[in-house]
T-cell receptor, first 111, second 113 residues
Framework: GENVEQHPSTLSVQEGDSAVIKCTYSDSASNYFPWYKQELGKRPQLIIDIRSNVGEKKDQRIAVTLNKTAKHFSLHITETQPEDSAVYFCAASRRDDKIIFGKGTRLHILP | SAVISQKPSRDICQRGTSLTIQCQVDSQVTMMFWYRQQPGQSLTLIATANQGSEATYESGFVIDKFPISRPNLTFSTLTVSNMSPEDSSIYLC??????????FGQGTRLTVV
C-alpha cells in the first residue's frame, strides 16, 4: 500500500522568510496530493492540493510542486506570518480511495 | 464542501467500558473514514465505512475492537470497545467530496481512566 514520508518533523523560520516541507510517496498510482494545516486543538483543514496532471500550483503565499518521476512533492510558504504556525500534513491518494497522511511537520514562525 | 458534526467532542471513560462516536454529514457521501490521532502525531486510518457493506479495516485494527455502523449515506458511528488507557486519543471522522478532497469532523477527545 501507499507510504508517505514527510520531512522535516519540526521547522522553525523567521517571520517573513520562506518555509519548505517535503514529502515522498511510494505508490506510482497515486494521483492526488493534498496538504492539510492543523492548528492546536482543531481539525485538519485543506490548504492546497495538486493532481498528477500538473507540476505546480500556487495560491497566494502557498505553492505546491510535484515531481511524479521522483515521486515527491513539496509545500512552499513564502513571506511567513505568525498565523502560519501549525502542524502541516502532506497526503497522497488514488481517485476515490483512502487518503494516506505523512507524519506531519510542526512549523514555528519566530518573531 | 461538506459540514460534519461529530459527537461527543470529548469524554472521560472507565476502562472496560465502550464509547460510541457519531458522525453526521450534511450531504450524501459514498465513503466515510475513521482516523485516530495521538496528541502531536499524525492521522492513522482505522477503517473505511461504505454504506450497505462491511467496513474495511486497516492493519492493526479489528472489528471486535472498533465496530462501525453505516446505516445510510449521511451517518456513521465508531465504537471503541472494552477500552484501556492505550485507547486514549483523538478520533476523527472524515468524508471525501468531489475528487478526493477530505473534510473532517471536529474530533472526539477520549480519555480512558
Amino acid at each position: 500500500g501507499e507510504n508517505v514520508e514527510q520531512h522535516p518533523s519540526t521547522l522553525s523560520v523567521q517571520e517573513g522568510d520562506s518555509a519548505v516541507i517535503k514529502c515522498t510517496y511510494s505508490d506510482s498510482a497515486s494521483n492526488y496530493f493534498p496538504w492539510y494545516k492543523q492548528e492546536l486543538g482543531k481539525r485538519p483543514q485543506l490548504i492546497i492540493d495538486i493532481r498528477s496532471n500538473v507540476g505546480e500550483k500556487k495560491d497566494q503565499r502557498i505553492a505546491v510542486t510535484l515531481n511524479k518521476t521522483a515521486k515527491h512533492f513539496s509545500l512552499h510558504i513564502t513571506e511567513t506570518q505568525p498565523e502560519d504556525s501549525a502542524v502541516y500534513f502532506c497526503a497522497a491518494s488514488r481517485r476515490d480511495d483512502k487518503i494516506i497522511f505523512g507524519k506531519g511537520t510542526r512549523l514555528h514562525i519566530l518573531p | 464542501s461538506a459540514v460534519i458534526s461529530q459527537k461527543p467532542s470529548r469524554d472521560i471513560c472507565q476502562r472496560g467500558t465502550s464509547l460510541t462516536i457519531q458522525c453526521q454529514v450534511d450531504s450524501q457521501v459514498t465513503m466515510m473514514f475513521w482516523y485516530r490521532q495521538q496528541p502531536g502525531q499524525s492521522l492513522t486510518l482505522i477503517a473505511t465505512a461504505n454504506q450497505g457493506s462491511e467496513a474495511t479495516y486497516e492493519s492493526g485494527f479489528v472489528i471486535d475492537k472498533f465496530p462501525i455502523s453505516r446505516p445510510n449515506l449521511t451517518f456513521s458511528t465508531l465504537t471503541v470497545s472494552n477500552m484501556s488507557p492505550e485507547d486514549s486519543s483523538i478520533y476523527l471522522c472524515s468524508v471525501e467530496v468531489g475528487v478526493s478532497e477530505a473534510f473532517f469532523g471536529q474530533g472526539t477527545r477520549l480519555t480512558v481512566v
